[in-house]
C-alpha cells in the first residue's frame, strides 16, 4: 500500500485486539438500543402520531449510510479513534479536535442524564436511596469492568446488550400475538385500524412529523460508536462489515418492529409520555410484574450506557492524545494493552456527572440531555464528510479499486445522510424547548476553538499536524 494511505503513518496504537465476532455484534446492537426506545419513545409519537413510523424508517435508511460510510473507513484503516480520527485526517485538524473535545462534553452530559435516570428507576424499589449513591455504584463498577481489559467489556456489553434485545423481542411477539389471535384481549385479534384512526396516519400534518426527527435522532444516538471498537477487533475486515450491514435491519426491527407493535395495540393519544409504552403493553398482555420487569431492563439498559461510555469515551482521548490534539499522558497503555489513564479521565469525568446529580438532581437530566443532539449530529456529518474526503483520495490515488467494503449508492448515499443531519439541526432551531441547547453548543465550539488556537498555535489550521507525519489535506490541493 502507499505510504501516504498507511493509517499507521498516523497514530501508533498499542491496543490488544481482544474483542471477539460475538461482541461486536452485541456492541452494535446495544449501541442501536438507547433507554429512549425504552421511555423516550412516547414523546416521539405524541409528537408525530401514528406517522412516527415514516420516521423512523427514513432515519435508519440514513443512518445505515452513516454507519457504511464509517465502515469503510474503518475496514481500511482500523483505528480506536474511528470518525474523530477520520476528521482529523480528511476534513481538518479542528474539526478532529471538535469532535474529539465533543467527546468531553458528551460524556459529562450523558453519564450526568444517565445516571440520573438510573437513580430513578433504582427508586422504584428503593425510593430512600439518593440518586448519587446509585451514580457513584454504576460509575465505580463500570470502571473496574474497563480497567481490566477490553475482552471484559465486551462481555459485559454482550449480556447487557442481550438482556435489551430479548426485552423488545418479547414485546414484538406478545404484541403480534395479541393483534392477530387477541392474545390478552379476550380472544380478539387488535388489527391495525389503531394506525389509522384517531385523525389519521398523518394526524400531526407534516410539520409534526418532521419536528419528531429529533427525538428519532437522539433515540439512535450511540450507534456511530461501533467504529470505535475497530482498533481492538480481531478480525476487522470480516466482524466490522457484519456488524454495520445488520444494522438496517435492526433499526427497522427493534425500533420500527417494536413502535408499530405500539400504535397498533394503543390508540397514539393514550400513550402516556411519562413511564414505558412497554410496561402497557406487558401489563394488559398479563404478565406479573411487568412494571418490575421492564425496570430492571432499562437499569441493565442505562448500565450498558454507562459501560459504552467508559469504553468509548476513553478510546477517543487516547487516539487524540496520538493525534496530538489532547494531552500525551493519555496516549499510553499499561502491561494490558489498555489505556489506563484515559480510563481514569473519563472516571474522573463520570463522577462529575455524579457531583452533578447530588447538587442538583431534579435539573441535571433536562439540562444536559438536549445537549447531546449536537455531538451526535456533528459526529454523523463529518463521517459522512471525512468518507467523501477519503473516496475522493483513494480514486486521485488510484487505488480506489482496492477498497474492500465499499459505501453503496456513493456519493448519493452520502448527500442523503447529509440531508438528514441538516433536518435535526433545523428540527432543534424550530422546537422551543431545544433551540437553546444550539445556543449552548454555539458556545461551546467558540471554546473549543480559542483552545484549538492556544493547543496548536497560530499556523496549525492550516499546517500539518508534525513534520514527520504526512497531511492527506495537502494532496487534495
Not at 400513550?271 to 414505558?276: R, Y
Not at 490515488?397 to 435535526?424: C, E, H, K
Amino acid at each position: 500500500m502507499d505510504k501516504h494511505l498507511d493509517t499507521l503513518a498516523y497514530e501508533q496504537e498499542d491496543l490488544k485486539r481482544d474483542l471477539k465476532n460475538r461482541h461486536v455484534q452485541m456492541i452494535a446492537i446495544g449501541g442501536a438500543i438507547g433507554t429512549g426506545l425504552f421511555y423516550g419513545s412516547s414523546w416521539a409519537i405524541r409528537t408525530a402520531g401514528p406517522a412516527i413510523l415514516l420516521v423512523f424508517a427514513i432515519a435508519s435508511i440514513a443512518i445505515y449510510f452513516v454507519m457504511r460510510a464509517l465502515g469503510e473507513m474503518a475496514v481500511e484503516e482500523p483505528v480506536s479513534g474511528s470518525y474523530v480520527s477520520y476528521a482529523n485526517r480528511y476534513i481538518h485538524r479542528f474539526a478532529g479536535f471538535l469532535n474529539g473535545w465533543n467527546a468531553f462534553i458528551f460524556l459529562l452530559a450523558t453519564s450526568a442524564a444517565d445516571l440520573n435516570a438510573l437513580g430513578n428507576y433504582v427508586h422504584f424499589w428503593f425510593p430512600h436511596i439518593p440518586i448519587w449513591v446509585t451514580a457513584g455504584a454504576a460509575v465505580s463498577l463500570m470502571f473496574a469492568v474497563n480497567i481490566i481489559g477490553v475482552k471484559i467489556y465486551g462481555e459485559a456489553e454482550f449480556w447487557f446488550a442481550l438482556v435489551k434485545v430479548v426485552a423488545i423481542v418479547a414485546l414484538i411477539l406478545f404484541g403480534f400475538g395479541m393483534i392477530v389471535f387477541g392474545f390478552g384481549n379476550n380472544g380478539v385479534p387488535v388489527g391495525y385500524h389503531n394506525l389509522v384512526d384517531n385523525g389519521g396516519f398523518f394526524v400531526k400534518g407534516a410539520s409534526g412529523t418532521f419536528l419528531a426527527v429529533v427525538m428519532v435522532a437522539f433515540s439512535f444516538g450511540g450507534v456511530e460508536n461501533l467504529g470505535l471498537a475497530a482498533g481492538e477487533v480481531k478480525d476487522v475486515k470480516v466482524t466490522m462489515p457484519k456488524a454495520i450491514n445488520a444494522t438496517f435491519w435492526r433499526l427497522l426491527i427493534f425500533y420500527v418492529g417494536a413502535i408499530a407493535v405500539l400504535l397498533m395495540i394503543f390508540p397514539w393519544t393514550s400513550l402516556s409520555t411519562k413511564g414505558s409504552p412497554f410496561v402497557q403493553v406487558f401489563t394488559r398482555i398479563g404478565i406479573p410484574a411487568a412494571a418490575s420487569i421492564m425496570n430492571l431492563v432499562v437499569i441493565m439498559a442505562v448500565l450498558s450506557a454507562v459501560n459504552a461510555s467508559v469504553f468509548t469515551n476513553s478510546r477517543t482521548f487516547y487516539n487524540l492524545a496520538l493525534q496530538k490534539n489532547a494531552p500525551a499522558f493519555l496516549g499510553v497503555t499499561n502491561a494490558r494493552k489498555v489505556p489506563h489513564r484515559a480510563i481514569v479521565m473519563v472516571f474522573v469525568t463520570m463522577f462529575a456527572g455524579v457531583l452533578l446529580n447530588y447538587f442538583m438532581p431534579e435539573q441535571a437530566f433536562e439540562l444536559f440531555s438536549s445537549v447531546t443532539v449536537f455531538a451526535l449530529v456533528c459526529a454523523w456529518g463529518s463521517i459522512v464528510i471525512s468518507h467523501l474526503r477519503f473516496r475522493k483520495l483513494r480514486v486521485r490515488a488510484g487505488t480506489d479499486g482496492q477498497i474492500a467494503y465499499r459505501m453503496p449508492f456513493y456519493p448519493y448515499s452520502n448527500y442523503l445522510a447529509l440531508a438528514f443531519v441538516a433536518a435535526v439541526l433545523v428540527g432543534i432551531a424550530l422546537l422551543p424547548d431545544m433551540r437553546m441547547s444550539l445556543v449552548v453548543s454555539a458556545v461551546w465550539v467558540f471554546v473549543v476553538y480559542v483552545a484549538y488556537r492556544f493547543y496548536v498555535g497560530k499556523d496549525a489550521a492550516n499546517a500539518a499536524q508534525d513534520a514527520d507525519v504526512p497531511n492527506r489535506r495537502d494532496q487534495l490541493v
